[in-house]
């Protein structure tokens, strides 16, 4: 838990209620997100073959432990004390939330690749601007700092903001092998490739009640029934968790694709995320599906593409959507690596 004052672009205020000075154990919730790609190795399990004891070591480099793990055939999906890791044998996606040191894990991760004979074929870094950056620790500390950091295990990736600088913004780096004249394969991979994030901000009070443990005595599940979580997954495997006093957060597998969601319930810096990279094709139901359960006064969606762009209802163009106005226009990047970034604020229409 943190406590600080300010926000991380000075006229930013993330939340719409008074300034966090007022409100002591501030959590920053808005996370980190790591993803990376590998090219095949000399075990067939790939990274699904680290021990439970270097995965441990590589999130203390991040400053986080795991509290539980679901697997099926395709991935393992571990609950964190801040956020989620997923394993697939070629692709590993860390989230981490507070002032968690996620990119201190690179050491480790590029120890491991070595030793499974594997490279590096695609990195994606990206957060949301944090509500409380002075709290951050190294290389956390600024975008610029992360993106020096990234730099020294992938020279010259491309860094990018998405968004209005003075609201609600999203970063991302991006990292492609093939951009630096490896000759690495274009290898089939497992998992999906269009990675959606939708950030809720200034949860409806009713809706974020679900989630304070010492009010209802819910466990996770209980709080999955109760809040209409379970609905957004029915067919997976759902593994969820129960903060004390207050707080949540849960991994749903269903073949190989995952979905997770991490709620701030506290109202001074109310937050949900939910995150997928289940290829739905018409994004707007999910959307649509998502925010009825939290029913946040603001939220901002991005999504992130290897190759080509499949969107049934393009929401990021969508001046207006279900009760919610878009507000600071919409942005799209065609990066390295064949990624597209997309990337939309809407706030509450009145
Ligand atoms: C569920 S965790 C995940 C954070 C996620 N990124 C988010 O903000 O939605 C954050 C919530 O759990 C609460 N919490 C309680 N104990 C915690 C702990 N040991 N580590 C992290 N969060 C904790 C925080 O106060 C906050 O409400």
Redesign the pocket.
Known sequence: ?TKSTSSETASTDSRSSAPAVDYP?T?????KNLEIDFSAGTNSLGLRALSRAQIDAMLDSAKCTILSKVSNEYLDAYVL???SLFVYPRKILI?T??TTTLLLALPLISEYIRELGMTVEKVRYSRKNFLLPEEQLFPHTSFTSEVEYLNDFFPNGAAHVFGPINADHWYSYVWDASEHGDAMSNSIQTHKEHTVHILMQDMDEDAASF?FKRDNGWDGAMMSAKSGIRGLAPNAILDSFA???????MNAIDGASYSTI?????SHCS???YETNDMVGAYGPLVNNVLKVFRPAKFTVTMSVVGDLVMKDHIFKKKEFNGYKRRGGWTQAHMDGDITVLKANFVIAN
């Open positions: 838990m154990n959590f920053e919730g808005p996370e004390s801040e956020s989230k939330c507070g989630f903060f004390e006093p207050c707080g949540y957060s991490h709620i701030t319930p506290e937050y949900a995320s």
